[in-house]
T-cell receptor
């Protein structure tokens, strides 16, 4: 049972435009969500997070939106840059427990120059 | 500052051979530690986590085991590797604000 889903395996965007990456979850106990960026042959690096008490969190070019009723979150990158090309993973956690993450399968973003 | 080290970076092993991957964390004490695997074309799957020395929780029944002999050391092992054990193995520790920080990973190829 895939509790965290990223239904788009890949996405291509022109440089300077907005990239929108989506993530859906099924477990209503999840209360903390994160986005990670991963380059090939490297470990994921933390990008941005959001608690379930918020519906938006912004950090520079990156904004995460959370829609709890729809169990959906999205990552917006504006403007997109070629260096943003990577695989993006969303992760969800139930912070009342052992802080285990459940990861989605990732979306490969390609920003075209 | 905290750092996490994983080694080796790449490993090629024959089927049936043993495995030992090591992860160490510096700059923090008693961290929660995690082992993940990313199989080809798939997401990150949590294999084991540990909240303290000698405390290991297994998430997925498999051919692997984990140990935590010291506070900041986490080891992933196997007695006999299978072809299906191939993948990219990642160690992580939990820092402030419930954020996990990952090592550089080990690419394991079982042939």
């Amino acid at each position: 049972d895939q509790q965290v889903k990223q239904n788009s395996p890949s996405l291509s965007v022109q440089e300077g435009r907005i990239s929108i990456l989506n993530c859906d979850y099924t477990n209503s106990m999840f209360d903390y969500f994160l986005w990670y960026k991963k380059y090939p042959a490297e470990g994921p690096t933390f990008l941005i997070s959001i608690s379930s008490i918020k519906d938006k969190n912004e950090d520079g070019r990156f904004t995460v939106f959370l829609n709890k009723s729809a169990k959906h979150l999205s990552l917006h990158i504006v403007p997109s840059q070629p260096g943003d090309s990577a695989v993006y993973f969303c992760a969800a956690s139930d912070t009342s427990g052992t802080y285990k993450y459940i990861f989605g399968t990732g979306t490969r973003l390609k920003v075209l120059a | 500052s905290q750092t996490i080290h994983q080694w080796p970076a790449t490993l090629v092993q024959p089927v049936g051979s043993p495995l030992s991957l090591e992860c160490t964390v510096e700059g923090t004490s008693n961290p929660n530690l995690y082992w993940y695997r990313q199989a080809a074309g798939r997401g990150l799957q949590l294999l084991f986590y540990s909240v303290g020395i000698g405390q290991i929780s297994s998430e997925v029944p498999q051919n692997l085991s984990a140990s935590r002999p010291q506070d900041r050391q986490f080891i992933l092992s196997s007695k006999k590797l299978l072809l299906s054990d191939s993948g990219f193995y990642l160690c992580a520790w939990k820092g402030a604000k419930n954020i996990q920080y990952f090592g550089a990973g080990t690419r394991l190829s079982v042939l």
